[in-house]
């Protein structure tokens, strides 16, 4: 099956810092999602890519569908404490959501 | 309109007792998935029921685990005999007609 390897695994940023983060696949999506869990939650979608080449911004956050449909990037500007969690990228293979172990966003005090 | 409600939260057991997790999808969906997570790891798809039916079980171990999703009731996923390596939290998913999946809470199953 599809692979999602997102980087970094983890992220220790100050308050008011943007951040990025991407994740690349073995083979091509015609989709990609981003969703963020707080500890303790399930997983709640963020963004929806439906297009290659696709820019979507959802408040502070961006995301980007890539040109060779193998790669997505998210952006979060100016951050805040209650971006405190982990965002997994992840993509629709027939009826199931393959995601990525997630990357880690600490937010340093 | 309440989200995906999902039964217990937290749930502890010894080895080789039954676990039964219990997942209510949200109102007027009719698809529900099951996904696991270990620490440290992202979901893992187990399988995806509609009423009274599987669909689709390839992610599900061959042995002691099973689901339904009965015509009335929650969708259950039962694990007979857990073992120490079938610890993490469990996530049950709901959508409209294969549309965008909805996630509950989680069961965090720890086995003693």
């Known amino acids: 099956g599809q692979q999602l390897n997102q980087s970094p695994q983890s992220m220790f940023i100050q308050e008011g810092e943007d951040v990025s983060m991407n994740c690349t696949s073995s083979?091509?999506?015609?989709?990609w999602l981003w969703y963020k869990q707080d500890p303790g939650e399930g997983p709640v979608l963020l963004i929806a890519?439906?297009?290659?080449?696709e820019l979507t911004s959802n408040g502070r956050l961006t995301a980007q569908f890539g040109i060779t449909r193998k790669d997505s990037f998210l952006n979060i500007s100016a951050s805040i404490p209650s971006d405190v969690g982990i965002y997994f990228c992840?993509?629709?293979?027939?009826?199931?959501?393959?995601f990525g172990k997630g990357t880690r966003l600490h937010i340093l005090p | 309109n309440a989200g995906v409600m999902q039964n217990p939260r937290h749930l502890v057991r010894r080895r080789g007792q039954e676990a039964r997790l219990r997942c209510s999808p949200m109102?007027?969906?009719?698809?529900v998935y099951w996904y696991r997570q270990l620490p440290e790891e992202g979901l893992k798809f187990m399988v995806y029921?509609?009423?009274?039916?599987?669909?689709?079980e390839s992610g599900m171990p061959k042995e002691r685990f099973s689901a339904e999703f009965p015509k009335e009731g929650p969708s259950i996923l039962r694990i007979q005999q857990v073992v120490r390596g079938d610890s993490a939290a469990y996530f049950c998913?709901?959508?409209?007609?294969?549309?965008?999946?909805?996630f509950g809470p989680g069961t965090r199953l720890t086995v003693l």
């Open positions: 998913a709901s959508s409209l007609v294969n549309n965008e999946q909805f």
């Open positions: 083979s091509i999506f015609n989709t």
């Open positions: 890519l439906y297009k290659a080449g």
């Open positions: 992840a993509g629709p293979e027939d009826d199931k959501i393959i």
């Open positions: 109102k007027g969906h009719s698809h």
């Open positions: 029921l509609q009423k009274e039916n599987i669909i689709d």
